[in-house]
């Protein structure tokens, strides 16, 4: 249970959570438009995450992708996101999939994510939300140290109902 983080590739939110996988040991994986482009253009340096290149240039197909693929979505939103976060928002929302939305504003808890995750049984997570051009900006650290806080709850705690027995 809970083993892989996957997404579309997107600065922000998007690639925090890529970071994230990475430091705590974690699977990546998701769907990136052709060409390996996001919205700051082509980035083939995002390979290494084991991204599946798609057919299509259009964010939505990737983000279709992603959707189907995940057992659970989480959505960090902020105010003043933009017509693309909307538009992943009502894909994600329309899916039906388990998903907990997270105002950038006023985070909650991490513990309240691992509960999310241990609850709804998810071992693929597709997080995203909020993109921000420059990933070493203020909200792109704040959400790389939010979900490496988060992530480390939901391993002990998986680790320990795995030990109790």
Known sequence: ???????????????AAL????????????FIPKGYTTVDGQKPELKVFDLVEMESD??????DECIREADGIIFFRAESSGKIESKILELVRESGKPLLEIDIAHMIHESD?????????IDTVYITGTIEKNPNTFLYRMILEYLSKSVDLIQTALNFSTNRY
Do not use: A, H, P
């Open 58 to 63: 259009k964010i939505k197909d990737s983000v």
């Open 1 to 15: 249970m809970f083993s892989k983080i996957i997404n579309s590739g997107q600065s922000g939110t998007e690639l």
């Open 113 to 121: 994510v691992e509960r999310f995750v241990i609850q709804n049984k």
């Open 19 to 30: 970071g994230t996988s990475l430091n705590k040991d974690l699977k990546t994986g998701g």
